[in-house]
């Protein structure tokens, strides 16, 4: 439990990087759909160095092995969040709330997939 909090807390780091990000680039593209995708790349990289630490603790050093392990299954549950994330703003949802309600999907999925795929020891 303790380290799905962690978890959640580093994925509240990585959601405020994607909003962030995702608001910047829109300033400079207009477009919520094209701002977003470098953002959650940003923010993938981001999240995979903090939850390698500090969520779950690995005492192996980091590799571009594991940050493209990490990559790949952060890049399939992101592309369920960036589909719902568009369906939600065609809807007419503040890209906002879209972005939090797709993220909060995706928490607990990708918290099991990281555990058992990426830093289970191996």
Do not use: C, H
Not at 74 to 82: D, I, M, P
């Amino acid at each position: 439990m303790a380290a799905f909090l962690r978890f959640l807390l580093v994925g509240g780091a990585g959601y405020v990087v994607d909003v962030g990000l995702t608001y910047l680039f829109m300033s400079l593209v207009a477009n919520p759909y094209v701002a977003r995708l470098p953002a959650v790349l940003i923010a993938m990289v981001v999240t995979w160095a903090i939850n390698r630490k500090f969520t779950y603790r690995s005492g192996s050093e980091a590799s571009l092995r594991e940050l493209m392990r990490y990559m790949a299954v952060a890049s399939s549950v992101t592309t369920f969040n960036f589909l719902f994330y568009s369906l939600l703003v065609y809807l007419g949802w503040v890209p906002v709330l879209a972005i939090t309600v797709a993220t909060g999907l995706q928490a607990i999925v990708s918290f099991f997939l990281y555990k058992f795929l990426i830093f289970n020891g191996r």
